[in-house]
C-alpha cells in the first residue's frame, strides 16, 4: 500500500502536490459538490475547520467538478482548502481514494440513516458497499498519514460522532 503522502494531487490552480504537505495535521477528506442537496454542509465545514485548525486540523475538499471553487468560496464564504478535480468511481477512480478505501473500506453511518434507500430511490446504487456512495462522503486521516474512519455523505461534518473521532484524532500527538 501507498502511503497517502506520496500519492500525487493537484491543488485548485492545476499545480502538483501531494498530502505530504498536511504531513503531521489531521485531515478531514471531503469529495464534495456544487449541485447537491448535501452543499449545506460547506457551512459545517468550515466550522469546524475555523474550530479546530489551530490545533492541527485540515479540512481538504476534492470537487467532483472544475467549478466547485469559485462556488464554495462565494456562495459558502470556504476558507478551507479546495483542491482539484478527482474521480471516486470505480472506474477511473484516483489513487488517493484508492488508497483511502482501502484504509476504511466502508462508512459509518448515524443511527437510523435511510440515505442507502433514498439513494436507491433515485437510482444510485453502489456496485460494490466500499464504493463512495454520493457527495460529501468524508474520511479522517490521522496525523501519521493512516485513514482512521470513514463517514456516509448523510453524516453532518458537525454531528457527534464525527466531532469526537476529530477530538480524539487531534489529542493524539
Known sequence: MTSLYQVPIQRADNTSTTL??????????????????LTPQYTALEAIY?????????????????EIHAFC??????????????EVNPAHRHPLYKELIAEQPAA???????????MKGYGIVAESPSDILWNFEKFL?????????????????????????????????
Open 20 to 37: 505530504a504537505d498536511y504531513r503531521g495535521k489531521v485531515l478531514l477528506i471531503v469529495n464534495v459538490a456544487s449541485a447537491c442537496g
Open 50 to 66: 475555523e474550530r479546530y485548525r489551530e490545533r492541527g486540523l485540515v479540512v481538504l475538499g476534492f470537487p467532483c467538478n472544475e
Open 73 to 86: 468560496t462565494t456562495k459558502f464564504d470556504v476558507k478551507f482548502p479546495i483542491l482539484a478535480k478527482l
Open 108 to 118: 459509518t453511518f448515524t443511527a437510523g440513516s435511510d440515505f442507502v434507500a433514498k
Open 141 to 173: 486521516v490521522d496525523r501519521a498519514g493512516n485513514a482512521i474512519a470513514r463517514f456516509s455523505p448523510d453524516t453532518a461534518p458537525d454531528d457527534p460522532i464525527v466531532l469526537a473521532a476529530i477530538e480524539t484524532a487531534l489529542a493524539k500527538q
